[in-house]
């Protein structure tokens, strides 16, 4: 069993930056893919960007490449999330989550946080 908790979200103009954080206990955190996925206002929730427990592949979403970064720490057990240049359309309740590979769909994944609220204003 693993638990997520994400922190970093906020309030944050067009073109800022935000850092989100996801702290993870519970299983041996460095054997598992580790994801984040977003949900925008009365939208389905849609992949983000996706790292493998190495760190050796990384996939991002179309609409993030070249603006977010996902990183990961296998002695702290975090995986992050920079997302520079954010604009409205970013605007999302934003999970990670935990799984036995790297993947970009969300039933590769059986551990999710709860989620943090992104908000970008124009």
């Known amino acids: 069993q693993a638990q997520l908790v994400e922190s970093g979200g906020g309030l944050v103009q067009a073109g800022g930056s935000l850092r989100l954080s996801c702290a993870v206990s519970?299983?041996?955190?460095?054997?598992?893919?580790m994801g984040w996925f977003r949900q925008p206002p009365g939208k389905e929730r849609e992949f983000v960007a996706a790292i493998r427990w190495s760190g050796s592949s990384i996939y991002y979403a179309d609409s993030v490449k070249g603006r977010f970064t996902i990183s990961r720490d296998n002695v702290k057990n975090m995986v992050y999330l920079q997302m520079n240049s954010l604009k409205p359309e970013d605007t999302a309740v934003y999970f990670c989550?935990?799984?036995?590979?790297?993947?970009?769909?969300?039933?590769?994944?059986?551990?999710w946080g709860q989620g943090t609220q992104v908000t970008v204003s124009s």
């Open positions: 989550a935990q799984g036995p590979r790297v993947g970009v769909r969300e039933d590769e994944y059986n551990y």
């Open positions: 519970g299983r041996t955190f460095s054997w598992y893919g």
